[in-house]
């Protein structure tokens, strides 16, 4: 028998630990329904009924000690030690009805001061070749020496919770104990939820060491000069991150801290939908013997995926080591930033193409967390919709936004950090009248930024949001930049405004008991 799962209680006599990708791979498409190879070599799987998150399924253990540091609510739920361990032990008793089970010992962290090594205990190989792809895999001698971990995850997520257990809503359960340092998943197969489980704990960790974790990706200069860039989904964070001038440090997760910034992760998750060699050469090229493709539609015949076709989930995902991008910084840590950009998709057409933020400013942006995105299938819904998700990543912070804030504006401050707000969204009005602004034209702003184009330029103090906007970028045309010129109709450009400052004014009216005034005087005012 296996001895290394017996202090858990588990005794099952097969472990694959770490397992070769071909033997994954021969698992998946023996045993796991919907698995299939795809004509790039990518193992192509079925997530199941889930295939996304489940926020409202996810559960934080209160306890004394770190509870007093959790900012419960919406976000973050609160489950009791008793319902844990009911999942913990309902979790084990599902393991011990199975002939074998994966286990994958891996690190999360590139800076080894930081680092936490991370034990998966799970049913499906799907699962290990995921977190085999997003963690970073220790060598031969690293797993000789890994000894006990940091955290484990028991990911049973095929067998259901128990829906009357207390504090559970449904047969869907992330539990997350920060005193037992363990995870249990219950009645979910979405594999996002290891990954993001594995960030939330960071969230929590990383603060009380004055570290800052950050939702975000970052790329480097050949000078050295790191950019990180900060967007909620489909502002264009991956997109414009893949910049075959800088290498990749990562595409989602980081900690920047006294000597630098570092990834978290091994790998990336990239959104598959639409995914063209021609607009995502990187991510295309990544697709291959290795990767792991969520919830994707494949021709029965030639084996070829339909990107466009969403009849499973929209939610369709690339999972691959970061190895397999091409341009990328290896490993994946650099100094401090230079730049800090805020991605925003800004629908209703008012904010400007790109402007420059004080360290204010920047901490309000960022706990603001602002897109606005089209309207969507609803029927009568026209009008964008407004998305407030705070520190561009709010199902996964722990602590009050202001602590993630206050950290971004003491290492802004220290290390001279400029800060930007960069709107890939609408020009000449809102959606339906105005425009997209063009990807050349980002690139160009973010290729002005990159090479101090900005520096002796002069500005316009936009009044409502205060604003410092360049008045002239290389390569993007001049009227552009100040957003009022380019619409035709100057009354409805005011009113569409000042509701768009007051959606901010609203959204941030619950964080003001925490903020620091000099951050709440940052905002935008009618």
């Excluded at 694959?16 to 070599?41: C, F, H, M, P, W």
Aim: one cysteine or more.
């Amino acid at each position: 028998m296996d001895t290394l799962l017996q202090p858990y209680g588990i005794e099952v006599n097969k472990i694959i630990r770490n397992g070769e990708t071909a033997v994954l791979y021969e698992s998946a498409l023996q045993l796991e329904k919907g698995s299939a190879l795809s004509d790039k070599g990518a193992l192509v799987v079925y997530s199941g009924k889930k295939t996304g998150r489940s926020p409202k399924d996810k559960r934080i253990v209160r306890h004394k000690n770190s509870g007093k540091n959790i900012d419960w609510g919406p976000v973050n739920l609160e489950m009791n030690e008793h319902t844990f361990m009911a999942n913990r032990e309902r979790a084990i008793d599902y393991f011990n009805t199975r002939e074998h089970l994966y286990v994958v010992d891996a690190f999360a962290g590139w800076d080894p001061r930081y680092r936490l090594k991370i034990r998966i205990i799970c049913t499906r190989a799907y699962h290990a070749l995921f977190m085999q792809n997003m963690l970073i895999m220790p060598t031969l001698d690293e797993l000789k020496d890994f000894g006990e971990p940091d955290y484990v995850i028991f990911n049973a997520g095929s067998f259901p919770a128990n829906r009357y257990t207390t504090s559970s809503s449904s047969k869907t359960s992330i539990g997350i104990s920060l005193e037992r340092k363990e995870v249990v998943i219950l009645g979910t197969e979405y594999a996002g939820e290891m990954k993001k489980g594995v960030f939330s704990i960071m969230n929590y960790l990383m603060p009380l060491q004055n570290v800052l974790p950050m939702h975000c990706s970052a790329n480097v200069g050949e000078d050295g000069d790191v950019t990180l860039l900060f967007g909620l989904s489909g502002t264009g964070k991956t997109t414009l991150s893949a910049d075959p001038k800088r290498k990749l440090i990562g595409d989602d997760e980081h900690c920047w801290h006294a000597d630098g910034v570092f990834n978290i992760e091994g790998g990336c998750y990239a959104k598959a939908i639409d995914l063209s060699e021609e607009n995502e050469p990187d991510i295309y090229q990544a697709i291959r013997y290795g990767t792991v493709l969520e919830n994707v539609v494949l021709d029965p015949i030639t084996r070829n995926v339909d990107y466009s076709d969403t009849s499973i989930t929209e939610n369709t995902r690339a999972s691959y080591p970061i190895r397999f991008i091409e341009n990328v910084q290896m490993p994946c840590l650099a100094g401090h930033p230079k730049n800090i950009i805020f991605l925003t998709c800004d629908a209703f057409g008012v904010l400007p193409p790109v402007s420059k933020l004080s360290p204010e400013q920047a901490s309000y942006h960022f706990i603001s967390g602002y897109t606005a995105k089209v309207a969507g299938t609803e029927m009568g819904v026209k009008e964008p919709q407004a998305t407030f998700s705070a520190c561009f990543g709010a199902a996964f912070i722990m602590w009050h936004p202001h602590v993630y804030g206050d950290l971004l504006a003491k290492m802004m401050k220290t290390h001279q950090v400029s800060a930007w707000l960069v709107n890939t969204g609408w020009t000449g009005g809102g959606y339906g009248v105005g425009s997209r602004i063009k990807l050349k034209y980002t690139r160009a702003i973010l290729d002005a930024i990159h090479h101090g184009d900005f520096e002796n330029v002069p500005t316009h103090r936009e009044k409502h949001f205060g604003l410092e906007i360049p008045l002239n970028c290389p390569n993007v045309p001049s009227e552009m930049l100040i957003p009022e010129n380019t619409w035709e109709d100057k009354g409805k450009f005011k009113e569409t405004k000042a509701k768009v400052v007051r959606l901010f004014m609203e959204n941030f009216k619950q964080f003001e008991n925490k903020t620091s005034k000099e951050i709440i005087k940052a905002g935008p005012l009618i």
